[in-house]
Every structure is written in structure tokens, then in C-alpha cells.
């Protein structure tokens, strides 16, 4: 027993106003009590640390992970975060959680205890179980070796830095941000290997081609290797094209660049990877945690661990959490992630427990079945938010929110396609898994082809669905980026998917000098 | 489960990335940074400034769907009194409906990006890619100085740091607090004891005895318990304190004769300020000393060196003097870096030109780190250069380090202030000056 609980004459029953680490102990323990108990949830090891406002700051800027390679990107929005929230303009999550093994959960020290039960609750129980039991983030993340991972990446870099100058470093990493959208997998190919490994794998490959360097190769006159040409679909083949993932085409076959810069490729790479299935899950990853709280912090207050003050000082900061404003509401900014997933937990376990007829028309398998804790569970583990919705959101839950569903061809008036009446369900049903599918709000992208035999102009193509084009001036300063890269001129086709007719090109030719000589 | 506490944690991780971002702006910065310092009085300078910055420099561009085409469905909470069917007009300005006002602050956001600097980054800024002659070498000299300072006692150390007094206080009470038999009374038993060598009445022979007994006491005593015991020494302490050597004494001085309007003086105050922010930007510590002059020259505080106006002719060697004594009671020159900064609108006795060259040559120039000089001239400006121009003139042509310049607008003074201590300046650049 620690001093500070002999003199704290605190009841273990019930929680202080404010915080103290003997009071976060007792809240996690009871948390843990129903959490693991009555859920049934299957979590990390939790690590919880308390920070202050500007360690907080820190790490939202820095993409919320503890340690990180230095850019300027983040301290630009470390910059703009300040201002907002120095302004009042906006809040301070409550909380940030790291999918790592143990996983780790910031609380600000400025909560108040009836908060930090809440946030220890929401993270380190809620996420952390989202974390280690969903699929998406089984097959594509590494929670036990990301901070290990992490922390070679920021080594890395720094000598990067040292050896090459800080410019020559930044330009790789500007580079590398701009196409981190296009540096994922959408699809797995092969199993990954665990990034614990990749700090091996890195020196093992450094340590090859230096052994097997040979002066000798560079004298072979250039004549004897030029005429040789490729059919088109041996050079495909070649290249392993068509391929998704641009940053690791250029990381593997982008002809100029150096060993470190690959690296460096290969470390924004295995970031945006390790980042899209929170990307691909927001919803339902928020809807857990918040479906998790709620049920958490409702049990504590039966149980008289909470009093009514706090009861009440939860229920407000809750709601406030899962409050959807509507869609003409001056803060109207895209449906509420946590009141979606949050409405969509409930509701589950609504018909679960007493479906009415219509929810054994739409939910039949899970109509009634009582088991609420092992559907959602099922759910968490096997879905991400589009199929997730496509699978459960019930009409109760379309009415509730009052959705509705406007046709927009960016010329002429919108149309009102479906509302939340019986005709019109199954169409918002769809139509709101397709808004929560990453992979149709991103634009397609693939590298298709290079011509080795001439300039060897990179080929991409944006496979254009309904019509809808890439952003212009984006389009063109990530497509410099990329002919920087590639060192090469870059040409980017917009082909609509059904006709295959290019509707527009976008050219980029290498600045000299700015990524590789 | 573990807690850790991470508020101690050290501050400002992300400042490097902040540093970075600085780096990155520059040339946006140092713009606004500009623009800022001209637009408003320089006592202003120095606050915690908010710029806006507009860069492509730092946009992040990803490829992303454009709003301007294409078909595509919006779902929308809230719905009141649509029914299916219904036409609604498209909303003006916005990228798309659905993506309303998110859309539409991103796009601000990515453009214009509005920027805190602190006083510190601001001034660095300001100051950025300045430095004055000879100062790296001074402040080499200067880093880790240190000198002792008493700190009270300790009781370790070297002999020649032995505290008597202190010593001495401790064995005293010691001595008398285990009751150690004084030198003096032992003698007295002694005497005592010679007195009765002889005696042979039985009292006498029995108080011998006793006293037999109690010498030997006393001197077992006196021996046992030392006269000085290792646990009464006590030595001074010092401790060694990083001293500020980096102090640099700024001398503003200024001809507040009649002929100085007061635009000649604004324009004095804002170069001196300057200066002076210039220096407590390099210096731990700097002071400043004004020396104003007409036909005698006096040390004032600044309230006075600004605002009062005093009538009488101008004698410039009189203000040299005056810094002269300063210097000499005050600041010794191995201790402060000297700078000197003349303001004057020219005027001068024509006798005693050659009073000042001599003294600046002699005395002054070789005292302080810098020298400058900047005639200030009402708006418009004079062609002919005047006699106090013409006599630091031919000192910097016959190769003495002063720095010069003419002023006559507020705008001039930032550009002025810039060249005369720009980096890397050599000592005939130095000298140079336009007309």
C-alpha cells in the first residue's frame, strides 16, 4: 500500500472531483470489473499516461503518435492546433489512444476524475479492444513492434538528417506526404512482415548491395544494354504492374534515387499503412468506444461508483459527444462519427434484446437473439464501417437520424432521391456505406506503365467513376512530387471506368536537381 | 495496467518541428515580419506578434476528388419536409453539398494560415543574419567565466580556506560543554600540590591525596578531550558563479541643441532602440547610458534624453568627454563590450572639429567594439554634407571603423539600421557609406 492511500480517507466506493493516482487505480479496476466481465472484452495491456494541455498539443500534431520523425508539416499544425485552442476556437480531444501493445491512453491532467473514469473507460478499454480485435487492424498493423518501429523511423531520419542535410531530407519527406495517400495497400498481397523486423531488413539490404557492388557493371558500355526491347506485358510483368501502391513502386523501381531515400519512401509507407484501417473503421473504432463508456459509466452509477453530480457531469459531456447537428445546422460538418457508430451500437443491441417486425425483416440473424455482447463483438472483429453499415443499420436508426439521400450531377438542381420511408431504406442504406467507403472517396490511382525502351515517362491512371475528377491544382503539385521522385517525366491519365476514354492528362516533368541529380 | 506520469516531462518536443516549420516560412515570415515593423511605432516591436502567411510552400497537397463534376450521392441527416422527388437549388459557392462547410474551411485553412510568432522568434527574425564586428571573438572570450563567491561554511576544504574564527567558536563551546580542565587550573593543582609536598598533618596528607586524584583527572581529561577536535574546523565555502561577461554598455549620445527638430529625435530614438534590442538580443546583459549635448554634455536618464529641450550652441567633443569619464568610473573594458551610437543633425562648432577627430581617433574608437553615426535630417534632406560629416568623413578614409549614415524618413531607418550591421561586414565596407 502506498502512503498517499493511508492518508486518503477516499471510500474505495465512489470517486473525488478530482483526480488522483490512487483514484485512477480504483476507477480502472472497477472499470476493468464490468469491462471484462460483463462485455467480455479482450484487450492490450493498458499504459496510462497523464499529460498536460501542450504535451497534448504535441501530440496531435505529431499524427497522435508518441515519437515521430521530425518535418515542418507538424509543426505547422502544432502551430494552428495552439492558435485554435488558445483562441477557444476548439477543444482538446479528451483523450488519444495508441494501437501499440501495451496500448496507451493520454489523459490531460486538467480532467476532472469523473472524466478520466470516463476516458479510461472510452480508450483504454473501448479502442484498445477495437484495436487488438479487429481484423483490418489484425492483418495490417503491428501493435507490438509500431513504437519500436517508430523509433528506428525517428533514428533514422535524424541521421539522414546529419549525413545529407536537413533540405535534402525534407524534400524527400515533402515528397513522400504528398503521395502517403497512395502508399497503402488496399488489398493484401502477401503477408507483411512485422516491423520489428523492418530495422533488420533495412541494414541486411544496405549490407548486400554493398557487398555486391561492382565498379565493374558501370563500365559496361551503354550500347550493349540499349537496344534491348520489351513486349509491353513483359515489361509489366517486369515492374509488377499495374500497381496501387505508388510509393512503393518508387521506393522498389524508381531508377534514380538513392538507398536512404528509398528508406525514407519505405518509412511514410509503412506509416499511411499502418494508419488506414483507423481511417476505414472511424466510425465504428468511436461507436465501440463510445457504446463501451456508455455502458461502462451507467453500470458504475448503479453500482454507487459513481454519484449522481458525476452521473449528470457524464451524461452532458456525453451527450455533447454524440450530439448530430443537422444537415442545414450552422455547425453542421458531415455526420458525427461517434453519434453515428455510437447510434448504430445501441441500436444493435436494441434488437438484439426487443426487435419489433421490421427488424426481423431487416436484421433477421440477429433479431432477438439476446446476445447483444457477442453480435457486437462479431461486428467489431469482422467489419469495417462501410460493410458494417451495409450489414446493420436498421430503419429505426434511418428514421431516427432523419436520413435522406440528395442526387448531385454538379450542374443542375439537386435531387431528393430517397428519404427514410419504406421505399427508401435500402437506397440510404447503400448510399451511406458507399459515403463511408474510403476506397470510393479517394481517387483511384494506379501506375500502369513506363516506358523503358524510350524517356521512360511514367504512366499512371485515375480510373474516373461517375464522372468525378481529381482536384487541378493538387493534382499537380503531388504529380511534381512525384516526377521528382521518379526523376523522369510523369504523365497522369484520367480514364473513365466504363468507356476507358481519357477525359483529361495531367503532365509533370522532373525539376533537376531537387530529389536526385 | 501502469500509470505513468509524463507531466514532468521535458517541454517543447515539438520545437524542433516548430523550427523546422520557421525555417520553412522563412521568406514568408521575414516578409510579414517586415511589413509589421514598418507599419507600426517600433515601440511596439517586441510583443507576441500573429502573422498571416500565405504559401504554396507550405500547402500539403494530396490528390483529391474535385467537387466540380461528376454525379454523386449525398446522405444527410436532419431531414424536416423533403419527400422523395423533391428539387432543391444548388447552394452557391460550395464545393458540393454534402461537404458544406467542411470543405469550404479546409480550403481557407490550406491557403492563408494564420501564425503566432513569440517575441523571441520574431525578433530572431528581425535580427536574422545580423551581427556586429568583432563580437564572435568577444564572446568566445567571454563564455565560461566564472568567478567564486562565498557560500557560507563548510566542513571540508583546503587549509588555506580554514575560518579561524568559526574554528576557534566551535572548539570553545565544545571544550566548555565537555567541561575539558583549563591550562590554568591544572596549574593551580599543581601549585597547590607543590605547597603540600611537605605536609604532614593528617587533613593536609588527606587533601593531598584528594588532589593527587584530581590532577590526574584533570590532566587525563585535558588530554582525552583535544584542544581543537577534527569536528570544529570549518572552512569557507565558495561556490563558483558563471559570471556575466557577456554585459555590453550602450552609449546613446545626442545633440539636443535647438537645430534638432522633433523629427530629428524620433528618428534618434528609433535607430537607438533598435540598437539597443539588437544587443540584449546578444548580450546577458546590457545598459544603456545616454549622454545628451549641446555646448556641455551630461549623463541623463532616457525620459529626459528624449523630451527635454535645452538651448545653447553644439560641442560635440564635450559628449566624448562625458562618455570618456563614464567609461573610465564605470566600465572597465575588460569587463563590457562598448558601443557607441551618435545621433546629430551635423551641427557642430567649426573650432572643435579637431578636438573631435582627435578624441574619436585617440580615445573613443579604440574603446568601443562600434561606432556609429547617423545624421538625421528633416524630411528632404540636405545635399551638402556638413562639417561633422566631413570630419568622421576623412577619419573612415584614413581607415578608422566608424559606421554612417543619412536619415531623413522613418522608412529609411530599418533599411539604414540593417546595412550598418549587416554580417560579414569588412572594415572598408564597413566605411562605406552613401550620400
Known amino acids: 500500500m502506498t502512503p498517499s492511500s493511508l492518508v486518503t480517507p477516499a471510500s474505495p466506493k465512489t470517486i473525488q472531483p478530482d483526480w488522483d493516482f490512487d483514484g485512477l487505480r480504483r476507477a480502472y479496476d472497477a472499470i476493468s470489473d464490468i469491462a471484462l466481465g460483463e462485455l467480455k472484452l479482450d484487450v492490450y495491456p493498458s499504459q496510462i499516461e497523464v499529460i498536460t494541455f501542450e504535451q497534448m498539443l504535441d501530440a496531435y500534431s505529431s499524427i497522435g503518435m508518441p515519437l515521430m520523425y521530425k518535418h515542418w508539416s507538424f509543426g505547422k499544425h502544432f502551430a494552428r492546433d495552439e492558435l485554435m485552442y488558445r483562441h477557444g476556437l476548439r477543444n482538446l480531444a479528451y483523450e488519444i489512444v495508441i494501437n501499440s501493445n501495451p496500448c496507451i491512453a493520454y489523459l490531460m491532467e486538467e480532467n476532472s476524475m469523473m472524466m478520466q473514469t470516463l476516458v479510461t473507460a472510452h480508450a483504454a478499454f473501448g479502442h484498445n479492444h477495437f484495436f487488438k480485435n479487429n481484423n483490418l487492424f489484425k492483418q495490417w498493423t503491428d501493435a507490438n513492434g509500431i513504437l519500436d518501429y517508430l523509433e528506428f523511423a525517428k533514428t533514422y531520419i535524424a541521421r539522414c538528417e546529419d549525413r545529407y542535410g536537413e533540405d535534402a531530407v525534407e524534400r524527400v519527406l515533402d515528397a513522400a506526404h504528398a503521395l502517403m495517400a497512395q502508399g497503402v495497400n488496399r488489398y493484401p498481397r502477401r503477408k507483411t512482415h512485422s516491423l520489428r523486423d523492418e530495422e533488420q531488413r533495412a541494414r541486411v539490404r544496405r549490407d548486400e548491395q554493398e557487398r555486391s557492388y561492382n565498379e565493374l557493371w558501370r563500365s559496361i558500355p551503354a550500347s550493349a544494354r540499349s537496344h534491348r526491347s520489351t513486349t509491353e506485358s513483359e515489361r509489366r510483368q517486369l515492374l509488377g504492374l499495374p500497381e496501387e501502391n505508388v510509393l512503393y513502386f518508387l521506393e522498389k523501381k524508381a531508377p534514380l534515387l538513392k538507398t536512404w531515400q528509398r528508406e525514407i519512401l519505405r518509412i511514410v509507407r509503412h506509416v499511411a499503412q499502418y494508419f488506414y484501417p483507423q481511417k476505414q473503421t472511424k466510425m465504428m473504432n468511436e461507436g465501440c468506444a463510445t457504446f463501451v463508456h456508455y455502458h461502462v459509466m451507467n453500470r458504475l452509477h448503479d453500482t454507487g461508483f459513481l454519484d449522481d453530480g458525476a452521473m449528470m457531469e457524464f451524461l452532458q459531456s456525453h451527450t455533447g459527444a454524440v450530439f448530430q447537428p443537422d444537415f442545414d445546422h450552422r455547425g453542421y460538418g458531415g455526420i458525427n462519427p461517434y453519434a453515428m457508430g455510437f447510434g448504430m451500437m445501441q441500436d444493435i443491441k436494441r434488437v438484439c434484446e426487443s426487435p419489433t417486425d421490421e427488424d426481423r425483416a431487416w436484421l433477421p440473424e440477429i433479431a432477438g437473439s439476446g446476445d447483444w455482447v457477442n453480435v457486437l463483438k462479431e461486428g467489431w472483429a469482422n467489419h469495417r464501417d462501410e460493410s458494417f453499415i451495409r450489414q446493420f443499420l436498421s430503419p429505426e436508426l434511418m428514421r431516427k437520424m432523419k436520413f435522406f439521400d440528395l442526387a448531385d450531377d454538379s450542374k443542375s438542381d439537386l435531387v431528393v432521391k430517397a428519404i427514410h420511408n419504406e421505399r427508401g431504406y435500402q437506397t440510404i442504406r447503400t448510399k451511406l456505406a458507399n459515403q463511408f467507403d474510403v476506397v470510393q472517396n479517394e481517387p483511384e490511382i494506379e501506375v500502369v506503365d513506363v516506358d523503358l525502351d524510350g524517356d521512360r515517362k511514367l504512366i499512371l491512371h485515375h480510373r474516373v467513376y461517375s464522372g468525378i475528377l481529381t482536384e487541378e491544382k493538387d493534382t499537380r503539385m503531388v504529380l511534381q512530387h512525384l516526377a521528382d521522385l521518379w526523376g523522369y517525366e510523369v504523365v497522369l491519365a484520367e480514364v473513365a471506368a466504363q468507356s476507358d476514354t481519357v477525359l483529361k492528362q495531367h503532365n509533370a516533368a522532373p525539376k533537376r536537381g531537387v530529389l536526385v541529380a | ?435
Open chain 2, 1 to 435: 495496467m501502469n500509470i505513468v506520469d509524463r507531466r514532468l516531462n521535458p517541454r517543447g518536443k515539438s520545437l524542433s518541428n516548430r523550427r523546422r516549420f520557421i525555417r520553412r516560412a522563412r521568406k514568408e515570415l521575414t516578409e510579414a515580419v517586415r511589413k509589421a515593423t514598418g507599419e507600426r511605432s517600433v515601440t511596439d516591436l517586441g510583443g507576441e506578434d500573429k502573422v498571416w502567411i500565405k504559401a504554396d510552400r507550405l500547402r500539403e497537397p494530396q490528390i483529391h476528388h474535385s467537387g466540380e463534376h461528376g454525379e454523386r450521392d449525398h446522405v444527410l441527416p436532419g431531414n424536416k419536409t423533403f419527400e422523395e422527388g423533391d428539387l432543391i437549388k444548388r447552394p452557391e459557392s460550395q464545393s458540393g453539398a454534402g461537404r458544406g462547410s467542411e470543405g469550404a474551411e479546409d480550403g481557407e485553412g490550406q491557403d492563408a494560415f494564420q501564425f503566432a510568432l513569440s517575441q523571441e522568434e520574431f525578433l530572431d527574425i528581425f535580427f536574422d543574419d545580423l551581427e556586429l564586428p568583432d563580437l564572435l571573438r568577444k564572446q568566445m572570450k567571454a563564455s565560461d567565466s566564472f568567478t567564486p563567491v562565498r557560500a557560507g561554511h563548510s566542513i571540508s576544504g583546503s587549509v588555506s580556506n580554514l575560518n579561524l574564527k568559526r574554528t576557534m567558536k566551535n572548539s570553545v563551546s565544545r571544550r566548555i560543554a565537555l567541561r575539558r580542565p583549563r591550562p590554568a587550573e591544572i596549574e593551580a593543582f599543581e601549585a597547590e600540590l607543590a605547597g603540600l609536598a611537605e605536609a604532614e598533618t593528617p587533613e593536609d596528607i588527606a587533601r593531598r591525596e584528594e588532589l593527587v586524584v584530581q590532577l590526574e583527572d584533570h590532566r587525563r581529561r585535558s588530554k582525552r578531550i583535544p584542544f581543537i577536535d577534527p569536528v570544529d574546523v570549518r572552512y569557507n565555502r565558495f561556490e563558483m558563479v558563471p559570471q556575466p561577461v557577456t554585459s555590453a554598455v550602450m552609449f546613446c549620445l545626442m545633440d539636443v541643441s535647438g537645430s534638432m527638430t522633433e523629427h530629428m529625435k524620433d528618428l534618434a530614438k528609433r535607430f537607438y532602440k533598435l540598437l539597443y534590442l539588437f544587443l540584449s538580443r546578444r548580450y546577458k546583459n546590457v545598459e544603456v547610458i545616454f549622454i545628451r549635448h549641446t555646448h556641455v554634455a551630461k549623463e541623463v536618464d532616457e525620459e529626459t534624453f528624449f523630451t527635454s529641450t535645452e538651448t545653447g550652441g553644439t560641442v560635440v567633443s564635450t559628449a566624448f568627454e562625458e562618455m570618456q569619464r563614464v567609461v573610465t568610473a564605470r566600465y572597465p573594458r575588460d569587463q563590457w563590450n562598448i558601443y557607441a551610437a551618435q545621433a546629430s543633425d551635423g551641427d557642430n562648432f567649426s573650432t572643435d572639429n579637431g578636438k573631435v577627430s582627435a578624441l574619436l581617433k585617440k580615445i573613443i574608437l579604440p574603446m568601443c567594439q562600434y561606432f556609429a553615426y547617423i545624421e538625421v535630417n528633416d524630411e528632404g534632406g540636405r545635399e551638402l554634407n556638413t562639417d561633422l560629416w566631413r570630419t568622421y568623413d576623412s577619419l573612415v578614409k584614413s581607415g578608422s571603423p566608424i559606421a554612417m549614415r543619412k536619415v531623413s524618413e522613418r522608412s529609411q531607418i530599418f533599411p539604414v539600421f540593417r546595412e550598418l550591421f549587416a554580417r560579414d561586414q569588412q572594415p572598408a565596407q564597413r566605411a562605406a557609406y552613401d550620400t
